[in-house]
């Protein structure tokens, strides 16, 4: 137990089950949505320490979702990380240009994202 707990918004199932095993294993709670809406709804309800959101999802994408996390008073402050296609390079630029706190890359380097999680965990909460 890390005592931390993360939201994973992520509609592909394999995607979830990925992440949300190799974060268990290394200790975090895991909190899981499948839709943009559910993610808002939960990050509300739950106040995650952090947020990990696909961006291409059913119902409203992950870049509405963020701005709903971000302009409610009860999650502002939550970070919010992108997860990102590789291949498509723009989505990068875009999801910083966006406000988000950064990304991570699918397919996801499950050996390296314990640490990045924990690197996001642990950043300064900068000014909003
Ligand atoms: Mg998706």
């Known amino acids: 137990m890390t005592g931390h707990r993360i939201l ?3 509609d592909n199932e394999r995607n979830l089950k990925l992440v ?3 974060l268990q294993y290394a200790g975090y709670d895991i909190l899981e ?8 709804e939960l ?4 106040s995650p320490h952090l947020v990990l959101m696909d961006l291409q999802l059913p119902g409203i994408d992950g870049e509405q979702a963020f ?4 302009d409610d008073s009860r999650t ?6 992108a997860l990102t296609a590789s291949a498509m390079k723009d989505d990068r630029a875009r999801v910083l240009q966006a406000g ?3 990304y991570l ?9 314990p640490a990045q999680v924990l690197a996001f965990l642990s950043r300064e909460e900068p000014n909003r």
Do not use: Y
């Open 67 to 70: 701005r709903l996390i971000r």
């Open 20 to 22: 949300r095993d190799v």
């Open 33 to 40: 949505a499948r839709t943009g809406e559910q993610g808002v």
């Open 43 to 46: 990050a509300q309800r739950s």
């Open 105 to 113: 890359e699918k397919p996801i380097n499950v050996r390296a994202l």
């Open 8 to 10: 994973l918004v992520e």
């Open 100 to 102: 988000f706190d950064g």
């Open 76 to 81: 502002s402050g939550i970070p919010v990380v």
